[in-house]
């Protein structure tokens, strides 16, 4: 009897611990293949199940955001390239466990010709590139140290088809060294790889990672997954042939054979650095030149705290000294010092006329006007160095720690002293260049711009060439700031009636925003009603690219959000806000701009109404026929009556022009393309001044379609859609009501992300329909993006859209699918 119960115990103790097992999930970064082995074996191998947990794995669909799923807990864990970095930069929650690939396969790709053996034999050929400027990185670093870039060839899409290269339609291709390659080995075809690493430009890929969040809330369910894992790929590795018939059994969406399986597991271990100390760690000074190459090519201007990013027992951790053999070298060293010694005494004549030719060399580079100084690997200067290195840096610089002279930042100290230090164990000369290439070239220093060149003297020692440019530098910013005036005065000159109505309407709103703080409203209310005024004005100089102004709003919007997110805030606090402001300030600096370039008679023409020609003599000749028939009421003069009303109102098509422009330069300057469009609707059809801030509101939905909406174009390639988005806009009236529709192709409205965020606010979306919840997106304060720019990311612009339309007591329908596009009508009443 004992022994039966103890069997019916074990037995249901099994079944709670079956019952226990914690469901997680894992996002692939790409379709099923030998690339996830390790998550497959740790699964089939029973890994994850004797760690307690029970794992999804998620095939990649096109369109998901890997990252994003992670940071907001759609999935637990994922798979990302080094980009995983660029979204911590830019606030995701991303936490990095392990990278799989200690180099990355992306590399460039072509069939074995005479003519292309270099990365300069590539300069006018047709080259198969990936759109996306963040995948490229490596590539386009390799490019740039070579003096290239992608002007440089003849760009095509790509058609992930490596037959296009063996037929001679392309030159050369993207691809991935686990997988194109196999093709051509197949074939028998000789191949050349261009490889960003030979250049010293390395990045991890394949890299597992979570949010901090989960990791803050279950860190051991982190750790078993991550235990669990590492021992996938263990098996995986070591039974490569065994882990490719699995795959092809379970997993094979691809239909890939079993030999091409079995070749990119054998890749992809090499690329692993499999059984080595690398093996499944992070170096810092890897991420920290994976950073510079991200602001090298202008991606980003920022650093990362790599203790913020990755997790401990990723580090990679330095192999001990080995003491014994240290020893032996130094007293092999000290042998030859002995016999050196006696050499020495015969060299000390030749020692003056060496310091004699040092004296000479001294007094040069002290009157070359620039800084000479080397430091060795303790990175302390040198007592040796040219006097314009005191005008630089100050006097006291010998023995000190050179980064300490450079920089007041300590990553950027840490990347300095890790770049170099990657340098000197280089022995390549183009991947010592590439490196070097990483260091920052200019630098501010004492309100100075100076520029620096790297030279490696020897195998410990560097010298810098310090030059101060700063008359350089301002007159390169001078240049730019004429550039900006430029397009800042074309644009007012192309649409002065938006000018000069901005201008009215901003003067109006500084000399009356006290009246638009209601002392009987919530200190809640006023301030949405004025971040919503000031998003509005925001975006329409920004579409006359009037930035002094632009920048004084955004910063301004910032410290309104600060005091909107305080516990207790009053309507005295922002009025003093807004009073301590100074607008008047960055409006006459920009008028003074435009007067001195247009002239102050172009300031003062605003009281001038504009009015066609043609509209002009067309009335005059209805004058001349009404007057010559005062006894008789004729059709005429309810015409004429209607023509004169008109020269008071606007054209719609008119007011609506200017978001074509802005819409197309906001595209370009986020790297997507966009068609071509117009305004369709009645081109005669005017509207009375009331209705002026409600179209001036319009340009969040705009902004919005080009920055929520369309997609970048390797994305919408990756789609199978047209790589350049679609946005429309009409108009209609009829009954006395005008319907406004905007439309784009792009991504949708993402309801799931929705939902996620009303969620996380205690709303209970199971009993909302879709354009319940859609009405959310005109709420204060809702957005869905994690970063704040000075285009969007603040949650106001669909609000301030909603309190126009609600001021007319206009509606706004919503129609949006996934993939497919977004569609607004906005239908306000005609008085």
């Not at 970095?85 to 992306?106: A, E, H, R, T, W």
């Not at 201008?503 to 109006?508: L, N, P, Q, S």
């Not at 996934?818 to 008085?831: N, Y």
């Amino acid at each position: 009897m004992l022994i039966k119960n103890i069997v019916i115990l074990s037995f249901l103790f099994v079944l709670f611990a079956q019952g226990a097992e914690k469901k997680v999930s894992i996002q692939l970064l790409w379709k099923h293949q030998f690339e996830f082995a390790g998550y497959y074996m740790a699964k089939e191998k029973g890994f994850y199940k004797d760690a307690g947990l029970d794992v999804e794995i998620k095939e990649y669909n096109f369109g998901t955001n890997i990252a994003q799923d992670v940071s907001t807990g759609i999935s637990d864990f994922g798979v990302d390239s080094s980009s995983l970095i660029l979204d911590k930069i830019q606030g995701l929650d991303v936490y990095l466990l392990m990278p799989l690939l200690q180099k990355s396969p992306f590399v460039l790709m072509a069939k074995k010709r005479k003519d292309l053996k270099t990365v300069h034999d590539l300069k006018g050929k047709k080259i198969m590139l990936t759109p996306n400027q963040i995948t490229m990185a490596s590539l386009n670093a390799m490019f740039k140290v070579n003096n290239l870039s992608q002007k440089d060839f003849v760009s095509q899409k790509h058609s992930f088809n490596t037959q296009d290269l063996i037929d001679g339609n392309t030159d050369a291709m993207t691809t991935y060294l686990s997988n194109e390659p196999f093709h051509m080995v197949e074939k028998g075809l000789e191949y050349t790889i261009f490889d960003p690493s030979d250049y010293g430009f390395n990045f991890y890929d394949d890299i597992l990672f979570t949010s901090q969040k989960l990791l803050k809330k279950d860190p051991k369910l982190v750790r078993d997954f991550y235990n669990a894992t590492k021992k996938g790929w263990e098996y995986a590795f070591n039974n490569i042939e065994e882990s490719s018939k699995i795959i092809q059994d379970k997993y094979n969406t691809q239909n890939k054979s079993l030999e091409h399986l079995i070749f990119e597991g054998n890749e992809l271990k090499k690329l692993s650095h499999f059984k080595t100390n690398e093996y499944h760690k992070f170096k810092p000074e890897i991420i920290s030149q994976i950073v510079q190459t991200y602001n090298l090519l202008d991606l980003s201007k920022s650093t990362v705290d790599i203790k913020e990013l990755i997790y401990p027992d990723a580090m990679y951790v330095e192999s001990s000294i080995d003491y014994t053999l240290l020893l032996e070298i130094l007293a092999v060293i000290l042998v030859l010092l002995v016999g050196f010694y006696y050499w020495n005494r015969k060299l000390s004549q030749l020692n003056k006329t060496i310091q004699k030719s040092k004296n000479k060399v001294s007094v040069l580079l002290d009157n070359a006007g620039q800084g000479f100084l080397t430091f060795n690997t303790n990175f302390q200067v040198d007592e040796e160095y040219s006097k314009e290195c005191i005008k630089i840096l100050g006097k006291d610089i010998v023995s000190n720690d050179i980064t300490n002279l450079l920089f007041s930042d300590d990553s950027r100290k840490e990347f300095f002293k890790n770049t170099l230090k990657l340098v000197l164990k280089e022995k390549s000369d183009i991947k010592r260049k590439s490196l070097i290439s990483l260091l920052p070239q200019i630098i501010l220093l004492n309100k100075k711009a100076i520029k620096i060149e790297y030279k490696v003297l020897d195998e410990s020692y560097f010298m810098l060439i310090l030059t101060n440019i700063t008359s350089q530098k301002k007159l390169e910013n001078k240049v730019k700031k004429e550039q900006d005036t430029l397009k800042m005065i074309v644009a007012i000159v192309s649409e002065p009636e938006m000018f000069f109505d901005l201008r009215k309407e901003y003067i109006h709103f500084i000399n009356s925003y006290s009246k638009l703080i209601d002392k009987n409203k919530t200190p809640l209310h006023n301030i949405s009603t004025i971040y919503r005024t000031i998003h509005t004005f925001k975006g329409t100089f920004s579409q006359l690219y009037i930035q002094k102004i632009v920048s004084f709003l955004h910063k301004l919007e910032s410290e309104i959000s600060a005091l909107q997110s305080k516990t207790i805030s009053t309507n005295e606090q922002l009025l003093k806000l807004l009073d301590n402001s100074n607008f008047h300030k960055t409006l006459d600096e920009s008028l003074d701009i435009i007067g001195k370039v247009l002239g102050e008679d172009f300031l003062e023409s605003d009281n001038f109404i504009k009015v066609d020609y043609l509209d002009i003599v067309d009335l005059q000749e209805k004058i001349e026929k009404v007057l010559g028939k005062l006894k008789e009421t004729t059709p005429e003069c309810y015409e004429l009556l209607c023509q004169v009303q008109n020269l008071s109102t606007t054209k719609l098509t008119t007011l609506l022009h200017p978001f074509i422009a802005s819409t197309k330069q906001l595209a370009a300057r986020l790297e997507k393309e966009i068609y071509d469009f117009e305004i369709m609707g009645d081109s005669n059809f005017a509207l009375q001044d009331k209705y002026k801030p409600f179209i001036k509101s319009l340009t969040h939905i705009f902004r919005n379609s080009v920055d929520h909406g369309i997609e970048k174009p390797d994305i919408r390639v990756e789609k199978d859609k047209d790589e350049v988005g679609t946005i429309v806009c009409s108009f209609t009236t009829t009954d006395e009501v005008l319907t406004i529709t905007i439309s784009d192709d792009g991504e949708g409205i993402n309801i799931e992300k929705l939902k996620e965020k009303l969620r996380n606010n205690n709303i209970d979306v199971e009993k909302l329909s879709e354009d319940e919840i859609y009405q959310f997106i005109f709420n204060d304060s809702f957005t869905t993006k994690e970063t704040i720019s000075e285009i969007s990311g603040r949650g106001v612009g669909m609000s301030a859209v909603k309190n126009e339309v609600d001021k007319l007591n206009g509606v706004i329908n919503i129609n949006s699918q996934k993939d497919i596009g977004t569609t607004l009508e906005i239908v306000v009443p005609l008085s």
